[in-house]
């Protein structure tokens, strides 16, 4: 949950970068800011990367809808990086693996 948290935060710094470049110019920064992007954007890109290849290995080996469907999950979540891993967590893997844990208990 928390890698989904910080990859929605590096997609959102990431867009205004490209939107509203003067915002993040280095030589107008406090030295606040700059410690803050540096703080979330490092954990967020080990984590998005770790929360992405997790969720293709769920998606492609034990996700239990037919294969063409989890192809398509599987591409849809490359093209969509890094909010598609983070969609497919909330919409398909959570409630999946909440089941198991109730089976269990």
Do not use: H
Request: hydrophobic share 55%.
């Amino acid at each position: 949950m928390i890698m989904s948290v910080l990859s929605i935060l590096l997609g959102i710094i990431f867009v205004f970068m490209t939107y509203l470049p003067a915002i993040f110019d280095g030589n107008r920064q406090p030295l606040f800011v700059r410690t803050v992007l540096l703080i979330i954007a490092v954990p967020a890109i080990v984590g998005g990367l770790f929360m992405f290849f997790g969720m293709e290995w769920y998606c492609l080996e034990v996700d239990p809808s037919r294969k063409p469907i989890r192809l398509l999950q599987a591409f849809a979540m490359l093209c969509t990086a890094p909010f598609g891993q983070v969609i497919y967590y909330l919409l398909i893997y959570r409630p999946q693996t909440q089941r198991v844990e109730m089976r269990i208990i």
